[in-house]
Structures are given as C-alpha cells and as structure tokens.
Nanobody, 123 residues
Framework: VQLQASGGGLVQAGGSLRLSCTASGRTLSTYDMGWVRQAPGKEREFVAVIRRNAGTTYYADSLKGRFTISRDNAKNTVSLQMNSLKPDDTAVYYC?????????????????WGQGTLVTVSS
C-alpha cells in the first residue's frame, strides 16, 4: 500500500490543522491506520492509531484532547485533526498502516509508512 499525507503547513500557536492520508494499491479498511511524527533531531514519536473498523482509537497521552484521528473507509482516507497547536508540535507527520497495531509495540508495530507532511507551529 502506498500512503500519502497532506495538509501540513505553517500555523500560529493555538491554531488548528487537519492532516489527511490517502492510499493507493490497497484499501485502507485492511489496516489499522495511524500517525507518527518526527521533530528535528528527535526519534519518531507515536501520535495516534485508529482500528480498521474505526471502533477503537489510541493516542499519545500528551496529545489526548487536542488531536483526533478519524477514518472514512469508503473514501479510503484517514485524517488527523490537530487543535490548540503548540510549537512543540512542529514535526514531520507521517501516515502509517499496520496489519495489527499493538499498544505495546507502538511505532514498531506499524508496517507501512508514507511520505510525511511538515507541520510548523510558530510561537
């Protein structure tokens, strides 16, 4: 499956952005879908995952309440709504897919990665 993230950009602190991920090659309903981010000089960090049936979501503790992941299997898309953005949220955000995401495995349980989209939050 090929994944492509979009929707990044420059936003002021306190603002919002909505990222989208589209897929080609296979239908997204086959996978648990998620977002991971990587800030300059830092390791990739888990952001959120949503199960293939859209029934269960997982979030990084630090992002709960500000970020919301959703999916539309009919449109083959996954989205990440980001509110109350902070400068620390500046990173490249990657869309990812897993045959079966596990909370224990985290980022390591994601099997496919797409091209990232840069989010820059200014103070």
């Amino acid at each position: 499956v090929q994944l492509q993230a979009s929707g990044g950009g420059l936003v002021q602190a306190g603002g919002s952005l909505r990222l989208s991920c589209t897929a080609s090659g296979r239908t997204l309903s086959t996978y648990d879908m998620g977002w991971v981010r990587q800030a300059p000089g830092k390791e990739r960090e888990f952001v959120a995952v949503i199960r293939r049936n859209a029934g269960t979501t997982y979030y990084a503790d630090s992002l709960k309440g500000r970020f919301t992941i959703s999916r539309d299997n009919a449109k083959n898309t996954v989205s990440l709504q980001m509110n109350s953005l902070k400068p620390d949220d500046t990173a490249v955000y990657y869309c990812a897919a897993a045959y079966h995401f596990t909370a224990v495995g985290g980022v390591k349980s994601l099997d496919y990665w797409g091209q990232g989209t840069l989010v820059t939050v200014s103070s």
